[in-house]
């Protein structure tokens, strides 16, 4: 079936600093792959997304890049802020429900 | 950005008491989710459905219940809270499409204290 395995939290990076979350997949078929971002206290917020192979998603800095050949679909932003913290989620699209990672706590500090 | 809609935002009730979440989304989606989120962080599918009158059970077992009466609107119910049910509850809503490409967006989540 399909998994998800995303790297253990949590993560604390100074500000500017570069951010890599790692976020691998098992999966039959070429299903969409996605991250999302949870601030405390709210719901999950899609934050890019990418539907086939080779594809880029990116949005407010943060980019991913769906791997078919590593079955990876990594986050990476150059330079993090201290609104960056939160709670990061990859996920999988299914036949019928998302497949999602344990979750990564995100902290920056000044 | 989505327009889906969850009341209440936080709850704190006693043993024993009859609550309703409610969630709406004025997407026009046909697909509807309900998940429940642990301290940890994980998510838990508990319900889904495709349409009105349809509703499945999710991959963690759930006392709830739920209803989809209305295309936009997707109550969740527990009929006797028990503070084994505090937790976050989380409703989402997609399109339907190709299968494995639907996008789902979330609402902003009801906190549920069961003292």
């Known amino acids: 079936g399909n998994s998800v395995t995303q790297m253990e939290g949590p993560v604390t990076l100074s500000e500017e600093a570069f951010l890599t979350i790692n976020c691998t997949y098992t999966?039959?078929?070429?299903?969409?792959l996605f991250w999302y971002v949870q601030y405390p206290g709210e719901g999950l917020q899609l934050l890019l997304k990418?539907?086939?192979?080779?594809d880029k998603g990116s949005n407010k800095g943060f980019e991913a890049t769906y791997r078919k050949e590593t079955t990876s679909f990594h986050l990476e932003k150059g330079s993090v802020q201290v609104s960056d913290s939160a709670v990061y989620f990859c996920?999988?699209?299914?036949?019928?429900?998302?497949?999602f990672g344990t979750g990564t706590r995100l902290t920056i500090i000044p | 950005e989505a327009d889906i809609y969850q009341t209440p935002r936080y709850l704190v009730i006693g043993t024993g008491k009859k609550i309703t979440l409610e969630c709406s989304q004025t997407?026009?989606?046909?697909?509807m989710y309900w998940y429940q989120q642990d301290p940890g962080m994980e998510l838990h599918l508990i319900h889904y459905?495709?349409?009105?009158?349809?509703?499945e059970k999710g991959d963690l077992s759930s006392e709830s219940t739920v209803s989809r009466i209305r295309t936009e609107h997707f109550p969740l119910t527990l009929e006797s809270a028990r503070p084994s049910h505090t937790s976050q509850y989380l409703c989402?809503?997609?399109?339907?499409?190709?299968?494995?490409?639907?996008?789902?967006?979330f609402g902003p989540g009801t906190r549920l204290l069961v003292l």
């Open positions: 989402a809503s997609s399109e339907v499409g190709l299968a494995g490409r639907e996008t789902q967006y």
């Open positions: 999966a039959t078929g070429y299903p969409s």
């Open positions: 990418a539907t086939k192979a080779d």
């Open positions: 996920a999988l699209g299914g036949n019928e429900k998302l497949t």
């Open positions: 997407m026009g989606h046909d697909k």
């Open positions: 459905s495709y349409g009105v009158n349809s509703t």
